[in-house]
């Protein structure tokens, strides 16, 4: 019997255990060779990349509904170290029992976090980073009419204007209209995009720039660039320049870093805290570990390395536990060969933006985009569930399309 532990209940999570058992299956190895133990703090899947709209609470999928099937064992506790030396991972469970799991092959799934700021009143800001988080600023905007009126109640500001910040930027609006408009109230709604740089999405290129852009004006979203946030109240921003915006909602979305996880890998990682892996995906240097998703920095195409997305974390994951099993059964690894890059940002009741290529070349726009952005957030990032076949035949398709 062989023991692989994933770690990580997240799209690479999942994926790198139904790419285990559908590799071991397609070889033929008895069910009993390989077992496959997935750890995860929560019982659910979360579908992160959609936190940002409304009713949040529901994005997410019951992992026992997708691991269950597959005869994937699931413990729900929370890793708090790694030994590489002695292949073993130190938990506690929910009880508060502590654990200790031995592994063959280990995969880091693990993810990536928001960094918090630390500015005075940084603790009355919300974020998008988790489902608590984004449902807790679901319910908080849901209560904004029984707060008193001010001229700051129904007005956002909005922290970091990079994917996350232009996708909650652009949908706040039309949230904040919608519960007004319940109140009757004559309030003016407001959103304000606050950003280090001089330029909104400065990693996102100038290709969709004018787009994104056109948005903000089209839905009146104000600019404040080569700002950041000095101070936060329940009722007001100070920016940088001394400015005071009045705002009963603050959501920070700026830095994201790799799970704190990584550290426990005696492995080189970049300025986010993600392993360096080869092209198949194992962490260079360290015999038996694996790395998926946000927790790694992988080879991708046009000499480019995968961005800290769920657009390279199921494929990642499908690939890395093909490779594991591989490994172990002694059969031929796949290199990391994920599709092409693109993106497709969603700029709320405006439509969205497609791209295509590393230099961002913008392929569609408007309801068109909007249309394949709402696919792939209500379909296509979602695993099959209650269907063990359906589920293996998808992790063996490594490409997104």
Known sequence: MKDVLIIGGGFAGVWSAAGVVRAAREAGSAAEELRVTLVSGGDDM???????EDAPDGMRVALDRVLGPIGVRRITATVTGIDTEAHTVRAV?????????????????????????????????????????AAALDNHLRRLPEQAPSPGRYTAVVVGAGFTGVEIATALGERLQTIADRQGTAEDVRVVLVDRADVVGPELGPGPRPTINDAIDELK???????????????????????????????????????????????ERDRLGRLSVDEHLQVIGVPDVYAAGDTALAPADDGQTTTQSCQHALPMGKFAGHNVAAELLGNALLPFTPDPYSTCLDLGPVGAVVT??????????????????????????????????????????????
């Open 221 to 267: 979203i104000e600019r404040r660039l080569g700002l950041t946030v000095a101070s936060a109240t329940r009722h007001d921003v100070t920016l940088s320049d001394g400015e005071v915006i009045p705002a009963a909602t603050v959501v920070w979305t700026a830095g994201m870093v790799a799970s704190p996880l990584t550290a426990q890998i005696p492995g």
């Open 93 to 133: 469970g929910r009880a508060g029992e502590e654990l200790d799991l031995a592994y063959d092959k280990l995969v880091l799934a693990t993810g990536s976090r928001l960094v918090r700021p630390a500015f005075p009143g940084s603790q009355e800001i919300f974020d998008v980073d988790t489902l608590p988080a």
């Open 46 to 52: 979360v579908i992160r990349p959609r936190l940002y």
């Open 356 to 401: 295509q290529g590393w230099d961002r070349k913008v392929v569609s726009t408007g309801q068109d985009a909007k249309t394949l952005k709402q696919n792939i957030n209500t379909l296509w990032i979602y695993p099959p569930t209650d269907d063990a076949e359906q589920l293996l035949a998808q992790a063996g398709r490594f490409s997104n399309g």
